[in-house]
């Protein structure tokens, strides 16, 4: 069981604002920084966010993070098609000297 | 930035299996790398990762003692031996440098 909590679906229209949640605890969101992956059907994971709030190259300006206390958002606007994805938030914990994943978010474009 | 995993395959209960990943497109010894894998239909779990040197590796908790991570820096791979294999191991196991950039995995199947 993922120690870091995600919705396991999320839903929207092309156009629209949406946002998935991570929420973690002090040992790994609240005091690390949280990174963000798109995962295509049948494809390895893409990296979205990282550093909170910082995209590599490549990526759209419509995904964007943030975070509060030892939750972290993902926000996509202007919402299409193509961004219909499995998306999956992970962060270091320090007390399990890990790495964790999210359980992942199935994002539908309705 | 290129990652090519291999080795994987169908291996029966308690035996063992070596993946290895193949890197290019970067400097490899200047780089932490990680293996992830993903159960059949669900999501993703973080099962090791190894420093640049090769001086610290961490295992998640479901693998610790049974996988080992290594790698060898003359050759830019990256490898994972792992031994007392069961179903829940089944998965496709990615390599991924510093959880940056991912190759496209290699399935493992344990199964009588």
């Known amino acids: 069981q993922s120690v870091l909590t995600q919705p396991p679906s999320a839903s929207g229209t092309p156009g629209q604002r949406v946002t998935i949640s991570c929420t973690g605890s002090r040992s790994n969101i609240g005091s690390n920084n949280e990174y963000w992956y798109q995962q295509l059907p049948g494809t390895a994971p893409k990296l979205l966010i990282y550093r909170n709030n910082q995209r590599p190259s490549g990526v759209p300006d419509r995904f964007s993070g943030s975070k509060s206390g030892t939750s972290a958002y993902l926000a996509i606007s202007g919402l299409r098609s193509e961004d219909e994805a499995d998306y999956y938030c992970a962060a270091w914990d320090d007390i399990l000297s890990g790495w964790l994943f999210g359980g992942g978010t199935k994002l539908t474009v309705l | 930035v290129q990652l090519v995993e291999s080795g994987g395959g169908v291996v029966q209960p308690g035996g063992s299996l070596r993946l290895s990943c193949a890197a290019s497109?970067?400097?490899?010894?200047?780089?932490?790398m990680h293996w992830v894998r993903q159960a059949p239909g669900k999501g993703l779990e973080w099962v090791a990762f190894i420093r640049s040197d090769g001086s610290n590796k961490y295992y998640a908790d479901s693998v610790k003692g049974r996988f080992t991570i290594s790698r060898d820096n003359s050759k830019n791979a990256l490898f994972l031996q792992m031994n007392s294999l069961s179903a829940e191991d089944t998965a496709v196991y990615y390599c991924?440098?510093?959880?940056?950039?991912w190759g496209q995995g290699t399935l493992v199947t344990v199964s009588s």
């Open positions: 497109g970067f400097t490899f010894t200047t780089s932490g």
């Open positions: 991924a440098k510093d959880l940056w950039f």
